[in-house]
């Protein structure tokens, strides 16, 4: 429930899914679970976390629906094809490159990185995302957000909403192809669920509070961390 609640809370603040938050903190209580497994469960969990923070932003700022529109369009069969993809990876293979993905968008951040709305750019950065998230279990929005507001220059709030929903989608997807393999620890999400979601939607009414720079700063800062942690999981 704490796991849930935590992860809960920053997918609420900043639209992530709480996925990127939710594998690691579960793999590092249980590590029995292995990262298979924390991984598929994180999909599941990203659901209600994603779906709260949608309701609770939808009502002030609505999603951009032609952008989320054109994101989802290639991100359906990259949410399909990602967890055929992290059962072929070995474990502590696995774990270097979840470092790796939840760098990039604190690298691109760095580099101002600009590009055009496009149908075809917006495709193409959707399929990388659904590829990337249902592997990874992290919902999406770790990258959503940043490439939304920096890439893309849109304000950071609609992204949050957008990105919200973005993450109920791609990670339903993800959780049901997890859950023909039969990976996804059902009981966990029992608990970790409704507590993502009490979590979720009073990341929300913070977020609500803070500037837009603060919201940027907080989402940097836990890029941050999170590397911080599995970089000394894999050295461990």
């Known amino acids: 429930m704490i796991v849930g609640f935590s992860a809960g809370f920053f997918a609420g603040l900043l639209g992530i899914g709480g996925g990127f938050i939710f594998v690691p903190l579960l793999i590092s209580l249980y590590p029995q679970i292995g990262i298979h497994s924390a991984i598929a469960t994180s999909c599941g969990f990203t659901i209600f976390s994603g779906f709260s923070a949608f309701l609770s932003h939808a009502y002030k700022y609505l999603p951009m629906k032609r952008v989320l529109l054109f994101i989802f369009s290639g991100s359906i069969i990259g949410s399909i094809l990602g967890p055929h993809i992290a059962l072929l990876i070995p474990e502590n293979i696995l774990a270097r490159c979840f470092v790796l993905i939840v760098i990039l968008p604190f690298l691109m951040k760095q580099l101002k990185i600009t590009l055009p709305l496009s149908i075809v750019i917006l495709a193409g950065f959707g399929f990388f995302v659904g590829t990337a998230a249902s592997i990874f ?27 919200a929903l973005f993450v109920v989608i791609n990670s339903s997807i993800a959780t049901i192809t997890y859950a023909i393999s039969g990976i996804v620890f059902w009981k966990i999400l029992l608990f970790a669920g409704p507590a993502g979601v009490i979590g979720a939607g009073l990341g929300s009414r913070v977020s609500h509070r803070l500037s837009s720079t603060w919201l940027n700063i ?17 050295v461990s």
Do not use: C, E, H, Y
């Not at 999170?226 to 999981?233: A, D, F, H, R």
């Open 218 to 234: 907080i989402m940097m800062v836990l890029i941050g961390l999170v590397i911080l942690k599995m970089l000394s999981m894999t």
């Open 137 to 163: 279990g992290i919902g999406g929005g770790v990258f959503i957000v940043p490439i939304l507001t920096q890439a893309f220059n849109k304000d950071i709030r609609p992204s949050i909403t957008t990105s």
